[in-house]
């Protein structure tokens, strides 16, 4: 069996999202459900695009794409139509909402008989003020309508847009952005390795943060807890691992609360699973979080969490299984927690085993099985073999 599709994209950068359609269009191809991702290569980073390229998947720029909404989205839709017309998808799988609308959009003006939207998580809040929020609510309520399939990361997610009467219950279907679990574990070193190869001390406390520098993940929120932090466990440190617009701000922030030398950052970097098997802790502070991708990788190399009460990152810690929930916004109950989990090793240990055995549920092979199934049922409803 094979069905040409076509996954769109707003832009290939490093974070969860990008990585996670990436993963998704190999497992797929390899099913027979095989195509090209449309993305903005101008607002994509190198790194993403190279990793992408290695991994044989084949881009197709679309020049007028772009993250912020504007007058240039009309010529998306008609660059997208060009790609459709030489692609001829069956199946047309958008990711991430601007890209979910102006790509839905040219789906159905080009008829494209299979169309599946994955939001990976939502703009619904901790992005924008509220009237541009509501503007975007209603855009996704049009779309929904040009849709077979919506894909939530987790069933939060699903609840959250329903509350917002975006599509209909059965549109809905839960998918985990999948982690290469058992490659992240079998690339991790040991934690006294992983320290000296990132210059830390064997003996300190260290508290991971994991993702991209934009205000939507709170790292300024975890600066904010380490003084606090510092005063209870005199060895602790904060390891931000990745990069972007906000780390000349959170190294200034950590510089004025006196300190700057307890925070390193690593940059962009492929090395995830030193970087996480370096620390004692993950925190994720996020204003709003899809599902977590960064806690899912943490604990697949045994390193517990504590993650801000949002979007779907309940669902991976599961009920105190594997880490601590903390509401978002709040330094004191964030450092409150990470100073619980520092001072009790016992604790951390019992969580740390249960983070490792939880992580599965959102491994790569979970979340293949479950997006082949929605194609395969799809397929068969549109008569598309």
């Not at 929904?144 to 009467?165: F, K, N, P, Q, S």
């Not at 982690?179 to 991971?208: D, F, H, M």
């Not at 004025?256 to 950052?265: E, K, M, W």
């Amino acid at each position: 069996m094979s069905v040409r599709v076509l996954h769109v994209i707003t832009r290939l950068t490093l974070g969860g999202s990008a990585e996670n359609t990436v993963s998704t269009m190999i497992g797929l191809a390899e099913t027979g459900y095989g195509g090209p991702l449309a993305v903005g290569l101008a607002e994509s980073d190198a790194v993403s695009l190279e990793d992408a390229d290695r991994r044989g998947v084949r881009l197709v720029d679309v020049p007028a794409l772009g993250r912020e909404v504007g007058p240039r989205d009309a010529m998306a839709v008609m660059q997208l139509l060009g790609v459709l017309r030489r692609e001829r998808p069956a199946i047309v799988h958008t990711h991430t909402s601007k890209a979910g609308f102006v790509g839905r959009l040219a789906a159905r003006l080009a008829r494209v008989p299979a169309v599946i939207h994955q939001p990976h998580g939502h703009i619904f809040y901790g992005y924008y003020g509220p009237r541009r929020t509501a503007f975007y609510i209603r855009l996704e309520r049009l779309a929904a309508r040009w849709t077979d399939r919506i894909v939530t990361l987790t069933e939060r997610g699903t609840e959250e847009h329903l509350a917002r009467r975006i599509g209909r219950r059965e549109q809905y279907v839960t998918v985990p952005s999948g982690v290469p679990t058992a490659e992240l574990r079998a690339r991790a070193p040991g934690q006294g390795a992983a320290r000296a190869a990132l210059g830390i001390a064997g003996g300190a406390y260290v508290v991971g943060g994991l993702g991209r520098f934009v205000p939507v993940k709170g790292f300024d929120v975890l600066v904010a807890a380490l003084p606090a932090v510092a005063a209870a466990i005199p060895s602790a440190r904060v390891l931000l691992i990745g990069d972007g617009p906000d780390r000349a701000a959170l190294l200034a922030q950590a510089a004025a609360l006196g300190v700057g030398a307890r925070l390193q950052v690593t940059g962009a970097t492929s090395e995830i699973a030193r970087c996480l098997a370096a620390c004692d802790v993950l925190a994720a502070p996020s204003r709003n979080e899809g599902m977590g991708r960064a806690l899912v990788e943490a604990m697949a190399v045994g390193v517990p969490v504590v993650g801000a009460e949002v979007g779907g990152i309940p669902a991976v810690i599961g009920d105190g299984e594997c880490g601590r929930l903390v509401p978002p916004g709040d330094a004191g109950a964030l450092a409150e927690a990470l100073v619980e989990l520092g001072l009790d090793l016992g604790l951390r240990a019992k969580l740390a085993a249960a983070a490792v055995t939880r992580a599965e549920a959102f491994s790569t092979r979970v979340a293949n099985a479950a997006m082949r199934a929605i194609y395969d049922d799809l397929a068969r409803a549109k008569r598309l073999t």
